[in-house]
């Protein structure tokens, strides 16, 4: 079945560094833009990133922009978030999510399978 | 950037309909129509409930719809039903390539 699973979560200290992995099965992965969300604990979902379905482009949200890159590597179905300069505010669970396309088209900013998310914790 | 304006929470009866709200400004919300919906019950991941204001991906029930007026997206939830209790999220893709949500606005069913 299609599924997103995410890895590579844990306790990282501050300024530290810390790269996640989102392994997509059941559909064709290098077909789809991809996008990491985070969820800081008892809050709201924040958009992190995208990338473009051949990685040609990527967006950030500009708490991140300089810090994190997102890449994927289409030989392995593997979307990435390497975090680096980790603060305390980062600490959330990050989910990574599949662009929604119907049979004809892709809906910008729409994501239709989310992984079950792995949580980043920044703490001293 | 700015956040999207949601109610904190919001509640029905069973059987009722509620409707959520999603406010931006003339720029975003006002202006395009890649808003979409998302629902969160308790420890689980976001589900995809509406894109592009008010088309459902397949799946999901017809009871949920979604519709636009000036600068106010809303979701609308008729014939409220139990297992509708979660936190719902409304979401905008900018003109530049980046996406915002709303603040999350929590649904009891009373």
């Known amino acids: 079945q299609v599924q997103l699973v995410e890895s590579g979560g844990g306790v990282v200290q501050p300024g530290g560094s810390l790269r996640l992995s989102c392994a997509a099965s059941?559909?064709?992965?290098?077909?789809?833009?991809m996008h990491w969300v985070r969820q800081a604990p008892g809050k709201g979902l924040e958009w992190v990133a995208f990338i473009r379905y051949d990685g040609s482009n990527k967006y950030y949200a500009d708490s991140v922009k300089g810090r994190f890159t997102i890449s994927r590597d289409n030989s392995k179905n593997t979307l990435y978030l390497q975090m680096n300069s980790l603060r305390a505010e980062d600490t959330a669970v990050y989910y990574c999510?599949?662009?929604?396309?119907?049979?004809?088209?892709?809906?910008?900013?729409?994501?239709?399978?989310w992984g079950q998310g792995t949580m980043v914790t920044v703490s001293s | 950037q700015s956040a999207l304006t949601q109610p904190p929470s919001v509640s029905g009866s069973p059987g009722q309909s509620v409707t959520i709200s999603c406010t931006g400004t003339s720029s975003d919300v006002g202006s395009y129509n890649r808003v979409s919906w998302y629902q969160q019950p308790p420890g689980t991941a976001p589900k995809l409930m509406i894109y592009e204001v008010s088309n459902r991906p397949s799946g999901v029930p017809d009871r949920f719809s979604g519709s636009k007026s000036g600068n106010t997206a809303s979701l609308t939830i008729s014939g409220l039903q139990a297992e509708d209790e979660a936190d719902y999220y409304c979401s905008l893709y900018t003109s530049s390539s980046t996406v915002v949500f709303g603040g999350g606005t929590k649904l009891t069913v009373l």
């Open positions: 999510a599949k662009l929604y396309c119907s049979s004809t088209s892709c809906y910008a900013g729409a994501f239709d399978i």
């Open positions: 059941g559909f064709t992965f290098s077909s789809y833009g």
